[in-house]
């Protein structure tokens, strides 16, 4: 079985510019989490997605949003970007809402230049 | 004071030794807690959970300690592929895992 699938792997992107990165869950899982980590720190919550509906939102600007398809598929749009938006995004894959553990996506390495 | 705290490290051991981590919360209304293990330049991955009861998993014991808010990691006979940075996560029974910043361990020979 697939694991988490992430796209792209790496990016480059000059400030101002808008990015997308995509997951894929696990097959059968209906919950999927966006974080951002950056060097030396924890995943930092940005959005959860179960059954389509957004179920919570972290502490970032609203320039950042996100979806989930009927697919479960996600996608975490970035706008306006920002030197410190460079990160590892990790899109995390979970059967349910709060009990399971996640299952984690090779994240996308993002560079803001 | 932060949701999640953890000794950054790192934790210098040689090979077959026992080492511990502890990670303390914030929010006693914390209901699920884990320890995942994260390589360097990794996604995290999920070692286990930790129940009230405490779990085992080979060489590696999850406690939990409601009254004192804390979980603990206990690595026994460290080999050198224990190496890497190991979150502790929570959540409160809501929509989000919180995660520390993690405990770096370097296991040598």
């Known amino acids: 079985d697939a694991g988490v699938t992430q796209s792209p792997t790496h990016l480059i992107k000059t400030r101002g510019q808008h990015v997308t990165l995509r997951c894929s869950p696990i097959?059968?899982?209906?919950?999927v989490s966006w974080y951002q980590q950056v060097l030396g720190q924890g995943p930092q919550f940005i959005f959860q997605y179960y059954e389509k509906e957004e179920r919570g939102r972290g502490n970032f600007p609203d320039r950042f949003s996100a979806r989930q398809f009927p697919n479960y598929s996600s996608e975490l749009n970035v706008n306006a970007l920002l030197l410190g938006d460079s990160a590892l995004y990790l899109c995390a894959s979970s059967l349910e809402l709060d009990r399971s553990g996640y299952t984690f996506g090779s994240g996308t390495r993002l560079t803001v230049v | 004071r932060k949701e999640v705290e953890q000794d950054p490290g790192p934790f210098n051991v040689p090979e077959g030794a026992t080492v511990a981590f502890n990670c303390t919360y914030s929010?006693?209304?914390?209901?699920?807690f884990f320890w995942y293990r994260q390589d360097c330049r990794k996604e995290p991955k999920l070692l286990m959970s930790?129940?009230?009861s405490g779990n085992e998993d080979g060489r590696f014991t999850a406690q939990l300690n409601r009254a004192s808010q804390y979980i603990s990691l206990l690595i026994r006979d460290s080999k050198l592929s224990d190496s890497a940075t190991y979150l502790c996560g929570l959540n409160t029974g809501g929509f989000k895992t919180i995660f520390g910043a993690g405990t770096r361990l370097f296991v040598k020979a």
């Open positions: 930790v129940y009230s």
């Open positions: 097959s059968g899982h209906k919950s």
């Open positions: 929010n006693s209304a914390s209901q699920s």
